[in-house]
């Protein structure tokens, strides 16, 4: 529990480099929601701004189908569409 905590937090702090709205919220102390969470891995992902800074990682492996639809919901969820 404490290193997915402290995974989450370095998280936060690294996303509150390019987000303001969470950097503000991060310094106010407030909580941060697992949808604010996302919302901001996604903004800061489709941010052209941002292409060379912030690259995007999950893991899957397809020999026992670990991760992998964890995998395709990420591409859904925090990658820009192609249209």
């Given at each position: 529990y404490n290193r997915s905590l402290k995974a989450r937090n370095e998280l936060i702090e690294k996303l509150s480099e390019y987000d303001?709205?969470?950097?503000?919220?991060y310094l106010a102390g407030s909580p941060i929601s697992a949808e604010q969470l996302r919302a901001s891995i996604k903004k800061v992902i489709c941010d052209p701004k941002?292409?060379?800074?912030?690259?995007?990682?999950?893991?899957?492996?397809?020999v026992r189908n670990r991760g992998v639809q964890s995998l395709l919901d990420g591409i859904i969820s925090y990658l820009p569409s192609p249209t």
């Open positions: 303001d709205e969470l950097a503000d919220l941002h292409l060379s800074k912030v690259c995007a990682v999950m893991l899957g492996a397809s």
